[in-house]
């Protein structure tokens, strides 16, 4: 029992808020997608790409910054070639999200083996991992300064892009407008509003989020790429913008639950005897359960209300017993 | 006087559906007056209007405002001119208030942020200059239809429009909505602002229109001064043959109860009552006519009558037995029918054939399968005598159904429900969006159809309707039953209190209080 409690530890929420910031990023680029009305299904492939393109510009440049920057112009571009074969050609997005989903694993190892023969996964001694920075004064304030402080610039950049995100949707009547499209698509043309434009928006920035959540794994986590390395986290991102309600801030909350499930995950496996094969399904255990959460909610509301009136009948009929009928 | 809009010689050809939607069109309409344009469904009256507004190029033709040749390629061109359009179907976004849906596209900011504040003065300052209150905080998907209207006319407003165009706006309205409307526009055209007015409603043409334009089949039929002219004759107009518009009824041969509801209640999505306590009797040979506003209970109460839904307290009987447990086909089996409110989702299967959307609800029976196979000889031979007996053009057995129009989509749902002579039919909203040649067949095949001794529930929202078919009215207001009327002598005024609510007493106080005014 000892073993259990011992798991939670400064370290812990370190490590949670770490594995929840790919999460978050791809989650708020499949938010802003599902306010703008274009369903994006393609963060997965999206976040692959940025892992692979950033490690192999931080080797090509010397530079992992410049990695990260280029990742997230590569998902930019992406994105803008999903807003091109929508818009233009009436292409599904379901189907085109299916078929990169496909090609992007693919296309990555073959490109990693063209290169440098590598087949399962591949990496140099000299890529530089992303440093962690502590913020000054932060770091000083007792029990959050170590929670707070401490990380990469993606982690910060992850939490600026909640706020960001926010005021843009919430506050500004460009975000307004992208609102407007996502829910009456029409009702925002005919006030001159252009549509394509907001989605398209929506699209790039969705996937330069998506790659810079991907970049972080491959340059900012670790210093290696491997073969499929999002891992599905691109469809539990897809899961955190619907639990998260498509809101930034929601969605932030989601991502830090997938990103603690994770982390304890990985704990659970160090501290307890427990079979490691079974504790690693936790973080998959747990998108299944708010998965089906999501999915029943206005079931059960409906039930939960229906229950309630029939209940309500029942009183007003009890109350009034001695009344004959007319 | 210079016409304020003038349009000449549009033509325009839709390539895909090989239709001529307008032939060399003319309209001109003058400034500040209330011009109706009336026309069938596919008359072209929306196609014209679409192209006034820039949603539609046309393929040849001009357009002149205030005696200047001008090009309208988009909506914000016609913004630009002065037109504005209050759509058919609102175009609002649910989710947002009513100052964010006025304002949208052209919000103040500081410093690039929106202001809350500010926004819902300028629009509190908007509905009072014009007189159309409204409360800028409140929630579209709040509103009821009648108030979103004015969101939409406010909106159009907003944007300094001279010349207002109203898709149908009475569609959707109440009677005491449309009356409000009518002095809206009234109040408008004082103002100095034209309003053009798309409508297939002659009696609402009669009551707020200068003048009238008559389409039909894409050619301008005719315009006319409103006071030199009849309905029979725009009707006669627009349909080109004379048209019955008051269905003949023969003396009503009332049967034996088909159908009863006993105190029955019904939960909506939220846990209140959709329906509460409600309790008729359907005669056979009898016309029962629900009338109300949409969203009063009638989709619930229909949805437990067929079988769609259960029932949270009381029973329904059938032919004197309680069917609340039987499923939608037991229904059918023993000869109840439903013409749905929705024939393009519910009514109807658009991707496959007329002959299996004509025994959709009969596949299993022994005269159309053995041994688990469709015969489709005798299938094809049934849809042949469904098409001729109810006249359905340009539908041929074993094709699809997809390109018909909705007048003879409808005709394909009433001839399948009418086909197997049930004793009750349920008919919800069986005239929606149909044109008035349409409507005349339907009502024609229901009043038969009760001539024949069936029981029908007539559902609708359309009042007229209501008046015309059935035998005895009851108004569903919020789930309840606000009152009974018998149609031979009730009035469009009776039927209009009580769907907004109120109850006949006051509406004889009213008319008591008015008779002593003009005494004294």
Not at chain 1, 89 to 101: E, G, P, R, S, T
Not at chain 2, 2 to 18: V, Y
Not at chain 2, 223 to 235: C, H, N
């Amino acid at each position: 029992m000892e073993g259990l409690f011992s798991v939670f530890t400064v370290e812990l929420l370190n490590s949670g808020i770490r594995l929840a910031t790919p999460i978050l990023l791809a989650a708020l680029g499949g938010a802003i997608c599902n306010q703008a009305g274009v369903l994006n299904l393609a963060l997965e492939s999206k976040m692959l790409l940025g892992a692979f393109v950033g490690i192999l510009a931080a080797y090509y440049l010397g530079n992992s910054y410049g990695g990260l920057l280029v990742a997230m112009v590569a998902g930019g571009l992406l994105g803008l070639l999903f807003a091109f074969l929508y818009h233009k050609y009436k292409v599904d997005l379901v189907i085109l999200a299916i078929a990169f989903n496909l090609i992007i694993v693919e296309l990555t190892v073959f490109v990693m083996r063209a290169l440098f023969g590598n087949v399962g996964s591949w990496s140099d001694p000299s890529i530089v991992r992303i440093p962690d920075i502590e913020i000054p004064f932060i770091k000083d304030i007792p029990l959050l300064g170590p929670i707070l402080s401490g990380y990469n610039i993606i982690v910060y950049f992850s939490w600026f892009a909640v706020i960001v995100m926010f005021i843009y949707l919430y506050r500004m009547p460009g975000g307004r407008h992208l609102r407007a499209v996502g829910e009456n698509k029409s009702a925002a043309e005919t006030v001159g509003i252009n549509a394509i434009l907001l989605q398209t928006l929506a699209l790039v920035v969705s996937g330069a989020l998506a790659a810079l959540g991907g970049a972080f794994l491959s340059i900012g986590h670790l210093k290696l790429f491997t073969r499929n390395m999002s891992n599905g986290r691109g469809w539990i991102a897809i899961a955190a913008a619907m639990f998260g309600v498509n809101h930034p801030v929601g969605v932030f909350l989601a991502s830090l639950f997938f990103g603690f499930a994770d982390a304890f995950s990985v704990r659970v496996q160090n501290v307890t005897e427990l079979p490691p094969n079974l504790v690693k399904l936790l973080p998959n255990v747990a998108t299944l359960l708010v998965l089906i959460i999501i999915a029943l909610r206005t079931k059960v509301a409906l039930s939960m209300a229906r229950r309630r009136f029939r209940a309500q009948l029942r009183a007003e009929e009890a109350a009034k017993p001695a009344e004959e009928p007319v | 006087m210079t016409p304020a809009i003038e349009m000449k010689g549009i033509t325009k050809d839709f390539a895909s559906t090989r239709v001529r939607a307008n032939d060399h069109v003319d309209f001109s309409v003058e400034p500040g007056e209330v011009h109706a344009l009336v026309g069938e469904n596919g008359a072209g009256k929306t196609t014209l209007m679409s192209i006034l507004y820039g949603l539609i190029k046309p393929d040849s033709g001009e357009i002149f405002i205030d005696s200047q040749k001008i090009r309208i390629d988009h909506p914000n061109d016609a913004i630009q001119h002065g037109i504005g359009m209050v759509h058919q179907h609102f175009k609002l976004v649910p989710s947002f208030t009513v100052a964010q849906n006025i304002l949208l596209g052209m919000e103040p900011t500081q410093a690039g942020l929106l202001n809350q504040q500010q926004e819902n003065e300028l629009v509190a300052a908007l509905a009072e200059k014009y007189n159309l209150p409204v409360d800028p905080t409140a929630r579209v998907r709040d509103l009821p239809v009648g108030m979103q209207q004015r969101v939409e006319i406010l909106k159009v407003l907003e944007r300094k429009a001279k010349i207002l165009i109203l898709d149908e706006p009475t569609a959707v309205l109440t009677p005491q909505e449309v009356n409000e409307l009518v002095t809206v526009i009234r109040g408008l055209s004082r103002l100095g602002y034209t309003v053009i007015f798309i409508t297939h409603k002659l009696v609402e043409v009669m009551s707020v229109a200068d003048r009238v334009s008559v389409m039909r089949g894409g050619k301008m039929i005719g315009t006319k001064k409103v006071s030199e002219t009849s309905i029979p004759e725009l009707a006669r107009m627009m349909v080109g043959r004379e048209v019955l518009l008051r269905v003949k009824k023969k003396e009503m041969q009332r049967g034996d109860v088909v159908l009863e509801a006993r105190d029955i209640s019904i939960s909506d999505v939220n846990g209140l009552a959709a329906i509460s306590h409600v309790s008729f009797q359907v005669h056979r040979g009898e016309i029962v006519g629900i009338a109300g506003v949409s969203g009063n209970g009638q989709t619930e109460l229909v949805e437990a009558i067929s079988g769609m839904n259960s029932l949270d307290g009381g029973e329904i009987l059938f032919k004197g037995k309680i069917i609340d447990e039987a499923s939608v086909g037991e229904r059918r089996d023993m000869g109840m029918a439903h013409i749905p409110e929705d024939r393009m989702v519910v009514g109807l299967n658009l991707q496959t054939t007329l002959d299996e959307n004509l025994i959709v609800s009969r596949y299993d029976d022994s005269q159309f399968s053995r041994y688990g196979f469709l015969l489709m000889k005798t299938i094809s031979e049934f849809a042949e005598k469904v098409v001729r007996a109810f006249s359905i053009a340009a539908a041929r057995p074993g094709e699809g159904i997809a390109t018909l129009s909705g007048g003879n989509l409808q005709k394909v749902v009433v001839g399948r429900e009418l086909s197997g002579d049930p004793a009750f039919i349920i008919a919800n909203q069986p005239t929606r969006g149909l044109d008035v040649g349409s409507i005349e067949f339907v009502h024609k095949t229901l009043v038969e159809e009760r001539d024949k001794g069936a029981g029908i529930l007539l559902v609708s929202v359309e009042l007229d309707e209501v008046m015309a078919l059935s035998d005895r009215i009851l108004v569903l207001y919020r789930g309840r039953i606000q009152g009974e009327l018998d149609a031979a002598t009730a009035t469009e005024e009776e039927v209009g209190i009580l769907m907004a609510g109120g109850n006949l007493q006051d509406l004889k106080y009213a008319q008591r209080a008015d008779q002593q005014e003009l005494r004294s």
